[in-house]
């Protein structure tokens, strides 16, 4: 169950200008006559890797991978300070999003992503509902304030030293101050050292939250590079500061925009960060969406969380909608 298809190089990409001196990295593999289907990467600032490829059957699918502003390998770089971050917001992604699928000549494509990347595909979607043809969700978020608040400060219940590190982290917050806003200005502090100590306490705090499921064998986010971190951390303070530039509760708000889409939501009951109660409300926003739980599944995933996203991209290749029904059953 949930075994992944083989590793597959593309066969073709490049960078594309998307104005404001950015280029944005992207690659295409699988069948160049396949199913378009586009990959929309976490963080935000995790930027794509090459595991994302092997979700999709390379014969039935052409799948479209890119690297948001300022990670991966696209340029500027965030983890340069000399990169100006103005014109790295929510909406220039969407914009992004939608130049690249003009770029390459695509008149409709599924959606997949998962964390930051559903917020990101469901901004979209909403915009440009006649561009989509199917949503594949892996993780429900719609970076609410709410949400930001849940996972920088309330789920610090349940990891409360850890948590009085994250604050200690950003001098002079108060406990019931803006701690996401007091890190987002220390990750654009002159000083490197204090960037680079801003950027472990945040991937300290992160790699708590995941501690239940990684169960100390791996820390998804000190682990990384330190370019990726540097950046991945400057982009999501950023966002996460600014409400990542949406109206609180407008993805939901809006979900009546997705009508006569398809969608798959497969969310953990475990998800620390992520609660699975945000993924309900949007199944119940969007009727033409299937929730489906994974009981022992968090945040990043389980081997039936990744059963789940293969069978509904399968299915969807093959032309079947997902069963609709209440949500949270199958």
Known sequence: MGELHPPIEPYDQGMLDVGDGN???????????????????????????????????????????????????STPHASDLATDMRHNTTWHLVADMERLREHLGIDRWLLYGGSWGSTLLLAYAEQHPQRVTEIVVSGVTTTRRSEIDWL??????????????????????????????????????????????????????????????????????????TADRLALVRICARYFSHGAWLEEGALLRDAGRLAGIPGVLVHGRLDMGSPLHTAWELARAWQDAELVVVEEAGHLGSAATRGHVLGALERFAAGTRPRTSPPGRR
């Open 23 to 73: 280029l944005v990295h992207w690659e295409v593999c699988g069948n160049p006559e396949g199913k378009p289907a586009l990959v929309v990467h976490g963080g935000p600032g995790s930027g794509c890797g090459p595991r994302a490829r092997r979700y999709f059957d390379p014969d039935r699918y052409r799948v479209v991978l890119f690297d948001q502003r300022g990670c991966g390998r």
């Open 152 to 225: 920088y400060r309330g789920v610090g219940r349940f990891f409360p030293e850890e948590w009085e590190r994250f604050l200690a982290g950003a001098p002079g917050t108060p406990r019931d101050g803006d701690v996401v806003g007091a890190y987002a200005r220390l990750t654009e502090h002159p000083d490197a050292a204090v960037r680079d100590r801003a950027t472990a306490d945040w991937c300290a705090w992160e790699d708590a939250v995941l501690s239940g499921e990684t169960k100390g064998a791996s820390n998804p986010f000190g682990d990384r590079p």
